[in-house]
């Protein structure tokens, strides 16, 4: 079974400052990776996806993330935070056998210091 | 185009009663997930509708069931309702397959008393 595991529950940084989110993920055969960012209130928007090919993605709102597969990590980054990036973001692996099913990490959350 | 509309955004039940959930998803898309967010268990999957069929389930009991409808409109039902089904509800849509981005509704918060 597909599982996907955020080791750090919150992180705090500076605004300005870089930020690295961790995701490990298991999943038996090449998976579908994703990054989704949740402000209170709110629904889930996605950040950036992986398929295949380049292992570097770029995303939504100056994000992108690494696909590792020796380490079978999807780490999310930004070179300079901002204090609206202040949220919870989960990472997600999804199927690849057909159909939208998406299992998430528990998520961690983000609060950017002034 | 609209998102992925929600109804209702807030509901308070109690133990025992049913529920029904609304989700319209965006226009064109065909396929529609409801997920259960809960500080405890988090983000969980309950099943995918595609084409008014299911196409995925979670691993939810039988209390949890939902439906497509020719519009793609979906709704999801609980019945005999428990204090530990309180949660944030939340639908996303998208075109067909799972490389299409799902886009999610806001989400139902349901309280259970």
């Known amino acids: 079974a597909q599982s996907v595991t955020q080791p750090d529950i919150h992180i705090t940084v500076s605004e300005g400052a870089s930020l690295e989110l961790r995701c490990n993920y298991s999943?038996?055969?090449?998976?579908?990776l994703f990054w989704y960012v949740q402000s209170p209130g709110q629904g889930l928007q996605l950040l950036l996806k992986y398929f295949s090919g380049d292992t570097l993605v770029q995303g939504i709102k100056g994000f992108e993330a690494e696909f590792k597969r020796s380490q079978s990590s999807f780490n999310l980054r930004k070179p300079s935070v901002h204090w609206s990036d202040a949220a919870e973001y989960f990472c997600?692996?999804?199927?690849?056998?057909?159909?939208?099913?998406?299992?998430f990490g528990t998520g961690t959350q983000l609060k950017v210091e002034l | 185009k609209a998102g992925v509309t929600q109804t209702p955004r807030y509901l308070i039940k109690t133990r025992g009663q049913q529920v029904t959930l609304s989700c319209s998803p965006i226009?064109?898309?065909?396929?529609v997930s409801w997920y259960q967010q809960t500080p405890g268990q988090g983000l969980q999957f309950l099943f995918e509708y595609f084409s008014e069929t299911q196409r995925n389930k979670g691993n939810f009991p039988g209390r949890f069931s939902g439906r497509q409808f020719s519009n793609s409109r979906s709704e999801m039902n609980v019945s005999t309702l428990e204090l530990g089904d309180s949660a944030l509800y939340l639908c996303a849509s998208s075109s067909v397959g799972t490389r299409d981005e799902q886009f999610f509704g806001p989400g139902t918060r349901l309280t259970v008393l």
């Open positions: 999943y038996g055969a090449t998976p579908y």
């Open positions: 997600a692996v999804g199927t690849t056998g057909g159909g939208n099913k998406l299992t």
């Open positions: 226009s064109g898309h065909r396929s």
